[in-house]
């Protein structure tokens, strides 16, 4: 009875902890027999690792508690990166979608204001409508161009429109995103930034920024990251993308604004006690932001040129919008589609194994439905870039030889990518 017992235990627990998995993950497919395949996870920037000099600084820094402003590494960080970023303060906190939300609430304290923000913006899309639960502000999308901008002319036109009604919204902040991820790491123009300030400051609005890339853009330009700042209000900046450090951002702007930042912090509950430890990985990762950037920024260049010479009907690049450290791969035709592809670059065969001599797995992610998004970080060397090139090559040839015989196999593994 007890072991009958045990058993249906066991076989309970195996149903919740089934159940409670989350998304079913892709199985792998057995792999050939030899050692591991070298991965180059190009997923996100988000996937890095402290580097060994990170790990150093976190294990020395010198803390206290933040909570009472007494952790000297968080303050030393505070001071650098508001004095980078052209602010008189800035404040650490635990992520760059909390610093943008913090933003929203201080800018946006009337219940039913309204902010003004691309339809594409991440703070639009992927941090859960902070803006809408947390804070009762109404978000009005407007449509992104190519380059991650807005129309001004639509923009203006949508101020001039709620102002002059009684029942709209009163719009109150625009928020820009720089770099802009889902137009591909598109920095945004320095004039076009000097515009939104103009009309914002016509109508009486504050200009946020998420910055979470703000170093890629200032790299880009070649230009201090100041230089894009001083037309904003706020900016955030995020230290876990490309800094590689593993967790923190800052919010920063006048001194008025971040002590009220700080209050909105601790109702958020992101007031954290010994930071210091996180806060020494993210000043490492700003002070070498440039050379680290500028090398992530080279390698994606690369990747795009070799699609590009690469001439294949299944895969395309718009080198033009390659600016940073992202590269938007457009799928084209049926087969395979950007999730298959993707299967197939994580997989690794017999077949590819006799003919290159390298077990190769290549992570990037299926963006839309007819996009494949892949983006560098410190992690991923010269030489990662170019194995993953070479993976794609492969891949786009045995698919082109495939389909060149009327077939369409199977994704070598099952599951979503």
């Given amino acids: 009875m007890l072991a009958a017992r045990g058993a249906g235990a066991a076989l309970r627990r195996g149903r919740l902890l089934t159940a409670g998995a989350g998304p079913v993950q892709p199985r792998v497919p057995p792999r050939p027999a030899g050692p591991p395949p070298h991965v180059v996870d190009l997923r996100s920037d988000t996937v890095t690792r402290p580097c060994a000099g990170m790990r150093r600084a976190m294990a020395r820094a010198v803390v206290g508690d933040d909570d009472y402003g007494e952790d000297p590494a968080v303050n030393e960080l505070q001071r650098l990166a508001a004095g980078i970023l052209g602010m008189e303060e800035a404040l650490f906190v635990p992520t760059a979608t909390m610093a943008n939300l913090i933003a929203v609430m201080c800018h946006c304290q009337r219940r039913g204001a309204q902010l003004l923000l691309g339809r594409d913006a991440h703070l639009h899309l992927y941090e859960h409508g902070g803006a809408a639960q947390v804070t009762g502000v109404h978000s009005q999308a407007l449509p992104d161009l190519p380059d991650g901008t807005f129309d001004l002319d639509q923009l203006e036109l949508t101020i001039r429109e709620a102002h002059g009604s009684r029942y709209h919204p009163r719009p109150e902040l625009i928020c820009l995103e720089n770099t802009h991820s889902s137009a591909g790491g598109r920095a945004l123009p320095l004039t076009y930034l000097q515009q939104v300030r103009g009309l914002a400051d016509r109508y009486g609005l504050q200009v946020h920024m998420d910055g979470a890339r703000l170093m890629n853009a200032a790299v880009a330009q070649n230009v201090e990251p100041a230089q894009i700042t001083q037309h904003c209000d706020s900016v955030s900046l995020c230290f876990s993308k490309g800094l590689g450090a593993p967790a923190g951002a800052v919010l920063a702007g006048r001194r008025e604004f971040v002590t009220e930042a700080w209050r909105v912090r601790k109702l958020l509950g992101g007031g954290m006690r010994q930071a210091g430890v996180l806060a020494a990985a993210a000043r490492l990762g700003l002070e070498h932001a440039e050379a680290t950037l500028c090398r992530d920024h080279d390698n994606a260049r690369h990747f795009a040129e070799g699609i590009q010479e690469l001439n294949s009907p299944l895969c395309s690049v718009n080198l033009a919008a390659v600016e940073t450290n992202i590269v938007m791969v457009s799928i084209g035709g049926g087969w395979p589609s950007p999730a298959e592809l993707c299967e197939h670059l994580q ?71």
């Fill in 347 to 417: 997989a690794v065969s017999e077949e590819e194994l006799a003919e290159t001599g390298q077990a190769v797995s290549v992570l990037l992610f299926p963006w839309s439905a007819h996009t494949v998004r892949a983006v560098w970080h410190r992690d991923v060397s010269a030489r990662d870039t170019e194995l993953a090139k070479n993976k794609l090559e492969f891949v786009a040839r045995k698919c082109e030889e495939k389909l060149a015989l009327g077939l369409r196999p199977t994704p070598p593994s099952v599951g979503g990518a």
